[in-house]
């Protein structure tokens, strides 16, 4: 019982920590661009750094449900929504998943686009 304790606290504190993360990132500076309007490179890095913020968030959303589901229904090393618990568990549980990896897939776009902001001139 105490490791599962352990262990859900652990995701909800790891899921505040990616809010935390965005809150914070709100002060970051786009790169330096001779070759760019900073308008255009303003208009570009909002919505880089936009889509940045949805995806930490999905996943702090993600690990704190997931988190919520462990404090509740952890058997050992895993964890079992059963089939008779309340909806709303069995949808906090559904979402834990689906936050964590929609939020991962994101990030991994949200890579490409960071790539293509540094790598493209203007047209």
Do not use: N
Request: glycine content about 10%; charged content about 15%.
């Amino acid at each position: 019982m105490a490791s599962s304790t352990l262990g859900g606290i652990f995701f909800i504190v790891m899921g505040a920590g990616c809010v935390l993360l965005v809150v914070m990132a709100r002060s970051i500076r786009p790169p330096k661009r001779q070759d760019m309007p900073p308008e255009t490179l303003r208009r570009r890095w909002r919505l880089i750094l936009t889509f940045w913020s949805i995806a930490w968030l999905l996943m702090g959303l993600g690990w704190v449900c997931f988190g919520v589901s462990i404090l509740r229904y952890a058997v050992g090393s895993f964890v079992v929504v059963p089939p008779s618990a309340p909806l709303f568990d069995r949808i906090v549980y559904d979402l834990g998943f689906v936050g964590v990896f929609g939020g991962l897939i994101m990030l991994y776009i949200w890579t490409l686009m960071y790539s293509v902001l540094k790598r493209t001139t203007p047209g």
